[in-house]
C-alpha cells in the first residue's frame, strides 16, 4: 500500500514540473513536504535541501520553485553517509577556484586545494555547500575581489573530479597558504602544517 501511494504522489508531484533554462524546476504545492518531493524524484530531502540552501525543511513555503538535481550534478558523500549535491554551477566556480589558487602549481597541488575546500564542505565548522564555503567572507580572495578567470582549466577541473571522488593529498587539511607570499605569517605560525606540496602549506 505505501508503494502504491508513493507512484500516485509520485504522478501528483511530476504535474507541477517546469523546465527552466538551469534545469528541472518543482513549484511548491499546498500539503507538499520535502521529503514528498524528495521521493518522487528519486533523492533524500538532504540532497533536495542542499540543492536549494534551504536551512528549516519545515518553512516549505506554497509557489517555492525548487531546484531539482540534473544528470549534470554531481554528490559529496559526508562521513555519515549523507549526500551533499555539488551543482554543475558549483563544479565550475570550484574548477575556477582551484586554477586561481594553484593555477602554478603541480598537480597534486591542484587536488590538494580541491580537497580543503570540499573538506570544509564536510566539516561542522563550515558551511555545507560548496558555493557558500567559497563565498565565506575572508577566505578566498579571488572570489571576494571578483577576480576570478571566467573559465577553469582542463588541469584544474580534473583535479575537482578528484577530489570528488574522495582523494586528498592532505590527509584531511582545512587550510592552504603559501608561507612567502602570506600577509599573515604570525597567524599561520600557529598552525601545524600537516603536508608541503609545491608552494603551498596544508594545516588543520
Known amino acids: 500500500m505505501r508503494g502504491l501511494t508513493v507512484i500516485l ?3 501528483v508531484l ?3 514540473l517546469v523546465q527552466a533554462d538551469s534545469g528541472p524546476v518543482y513549484v511548491v504545492q499546498p500539503g507538499d513536504t520535502l521529503w514528498d518531493i524528495a521521493v518522487a ?3 533524500s530531502w538532504q540532497e533536495l535541501a ?3 540552501k534551504i536551512k528549516d525543511p519545515t518553512k516549505l513555503q506554497v509557489g517555492t520553485r525548487l531546484r531539482l538535481p540534473t544528470k549534470e550534478d554531481t554528490y559529496l558523500v559526508l562521513s555519515d553517509g549523507t549526500k551533499v549535491v555539488v551543482t554543475s554551477e558549483e563544479l565550475d566556480l570550484l574548477a575556477r577556484v582551484v586554477h586561481a589558487e594553484a593555477g602554478s ?3 597534486e597541488g591542484k587536488v590538494a586545494v580541491a580537497a580543503v575546500i570540499l573538506n570544509r564542505v564536510r566539516s561542522s565548522r563550515f ?3 560548496v558555493w557558500e564555503v567559497l563565498h565565506q567572507p575572508g577566505q578566498f580572495t579571488p572570489v571576494e575581489q571578483g577576480t576570478l578567470s ?3 582549466d582542463a588541469s584544474s577541473m580534473d583535479a575537482v573530479r578528484r577530489a570528488l571522488a574522495g582523494e586528498d593529498p592532505t590527509g584531511g587539511a582545512l587550510f592552504f597558504y603559501n608561507p ?3 600577509a599573515a605569517p604570525d597567524y599561520w605560525a600557529t598552525k601545524q602544517v600537516i603536508k608541503r606540496i609545491g608552494n603551498h602549506n596544508f594545516t588543520l
Open 9 to 11: 504522489l509520485g504522478l
Open 14 to 16: 511530476t504535474s507541477c
Open 41 to 43: 524524484n528519486g533523492i
Open 50 to 52: 542542499a540543492l536549494n
Open 105 to 107: 602549481e603541480p598537480f
Open 127 to 129: 558551511p555545507n555547500s
Open 150 to 152: 571566467s573559465k577553469s
Open 180 to 182: 612567502y607570499k602570506t
